[in-house]
């Protein structure tokens, strides 16, 4: 496992891309049709940003590297979750959009990751435009074992937060985020490539 260099050219990009949200300038990655695969390269960091409970006030601590193992290049989310302050998440997340989420007739039905990690529980968190506040997403839970592994979430097991009775439209989504959540523990989870399927 060999990691990228991104002391200051990652951390240069990380805080420009925060910047360049702050201002509203577009980071967004869109997938055309028969495009819907979103795997990580030497170039990714352009399109994903680190955000923590810190934006409102908690504590937990962490940080994303893309790292490189043989072939594969992946983003690698690290550090403490901590519920103090009414906080509790870290998160690398994008802007993302597809040109259409029909392709022969067929909508798109869910999301694949190929991950790794340290045997915790991770979700992946969407927002879509149809939102009706700020912390309004759609959630999956999953298992990031040691080993590589690619994991399907349907969309139809997604969950909208506080609301059950909506279900997730993949042509109203504007960010996916990959997240760990909601307790105490250490986080350790990569990412290499995210796809939506349908």
Partial sequence: MKPLIL????????????????????????ASEGDLSFPFNSDSGKYWQYVSDRVMGGVSDGQVNLEQDGEIYYARLTGNVSTRNNGGFIQLRSGISFANSEKDGKNLQGVRLNVRGNGENYEIHITTNDRTYRGDYYSATFKADFDWKMIDLP?????????????????????????AYGREYVADISVSTIEFYY
């Fill in 7 to 30: 002391s200051k050219v990652g951390t240069f990009c990380f805080l420009l891309i925060t910047f360049m949200l702050t201002l509203g300038i577009n980071t967004r990655s869109i």
């Fill in 155 to 179: 969309f139809n097991k997604f969950k909208r937060k506080r609301s059950n009775n909506t279900k997730l439209d993949a042509q109203n989504i504007t960010r996916l985020g990959i997240v």
